[in-house]
């Protein structure tokens, strides 16, 4: 039996067909196709109808290279949600995160109930576009009528099974689920008007959900699929994969957000933690991602888009390597670098209103960007050291972002932690590994990883001498980063 993963990110999505034969996972892509969100009177949209009709072209392209029954997972980004009908129809467009960007809704809700009572609830990072803010802004007439609340990798397993489940390491991203019950917590809902039979029945990662439904898709060709709810927000796929073993790693999963943490057996729900903004969210086999969401290579994303697509992004980190290190602190994580209508121009702004040299080369932009995100995760690591009590040895860096080795190796330097970069796919490979578990191909997770090591080439970056405690320092003043 083959295994196809589908794994959908927020600017591309990828459908996969892997194998493990003696060692060794191996993989080839099939198809892949563009994510982008759509804007429609001042309001951003995911195109699900699109998504969902690539899915099955994807599909179909299975069963034309040769396979006729395989095991299917889906991951995706999380918080977002498509709202359904008692038939199963969408009631509207799904809204994408991208339109929550103003704290004023966290501090509007907080006056319903405490930002410390909902971090003791939750333990989730406080972030305008969780599904919590989403839901509370929300049109409350469609709400009554809502049947189902599916988030989206959930939405897509229903579209090909009309089975209708949540999985819970996406379930856990929302800010509404209660980290002591593993249930939705009743108060936050109370104050949302929402039932808890809207949302569908919650499911561990590696539940065998159903059979596709080809009788549904006459117009596609499509093998016989067996699906299952592997850990289907894409981080906790990315960290399944991670080949970390021991208790003194952390792991950084790099792409269009940065997801920077450690794997735990418990949470972490106190002041310290809330007041660093770190997000408890669930992993597989009962583990708790204990992570803070950085803003990540949707920065760079968007201005090889619109100012530079002449440059691969390659060549984008070849320019920066020619320009000098540190030469402007920004905090990417404020949330106007979230979506504004010109990223450059963002920055540059940025750059003047804190009195500091404007970037104007492709080389010193793109500069700024990756050295500010090294100074963020290397802030991130020793806060992460201070909450959990652990020293780190190690930090795992997988995904898009393990390709970029100039910005591998300066976080390496300021961390003063080793690196290890790869593999660069692991949202794939840990839908493929929940998959190959549960169907008993692969006995368990520490197998798994193994597995992983032994099949895709890790890089080592080695910390080199630096001017640290100044940088971060100085980045501190000019930013007053919280």
Sequence with gaps: MIYVAVDL???????LIGNKTDNTITFQEVHRFSNNIEEKNNRFYWNIDYLSNELLIGLQKV??????????????????YVLTDDTGNKLREVLSYRNFSSNKLIDEF???????KIYVKTGIQFMPF????????????????????LLMPDYLAYYLTDIAVTELTNASTTQLLNIETKNWDPDLLKILSIKNSQFPKLVEPGTKLGNLKKEKFPKFDLPECTLISVASHDTASAVASTPGFGENWAFLSSGTWSLLGMELK????????????????YGYANTNRFLKNIMGLWILQEIRKNNFSNYSFDELEEEAKKSNNFSQYINLNDSRFLNPKNMLEEIQNYCSETNQSIP???????????????IIYSIALDELEKITSKSINTLHIVGGGAYYNF??????????KKVLAGPTEASALGNFLVQMITSGCINDISEGRKI?????EIKEYTPKNTNRENIINKFMEVTKYE
């Design 130 to 149: 969780n599904t919590l803010y989403q839901l509370y802004k929300d049109n409350a007439y469609l709400l009554e009528n809502t049947n189902n609340i």
């Design 360 to 374: 104007k080369s492709v080389g010193e932009i793109i500069n700024a960007i990756l050295c500010n995100l090294a």
């Design 407 to 416: 910005l591998n190796q300066i976080t390496a330097d300021l961390s003063n």
């Design 266 to 281: 418990h949470f972490i729900n106190n002041n310290i933690a809330q007041k660093n903004n770190y997000t408890n969210e």
């Design 110 to 116: 907080s006056n319903m109930i405490s930002k410390e």
């Design 452 to 456: 992983i090591k032994n099949s895709f």
């Design 9 to 15: 990110g927020a600017s591309s999505g990828r459908i």
């Design 63 to 80: 069963k034309q290279s040769g396979y006729e029954k395989c095991y299917l997972g889906i991951d995706t980004w999380g918080v977002d």
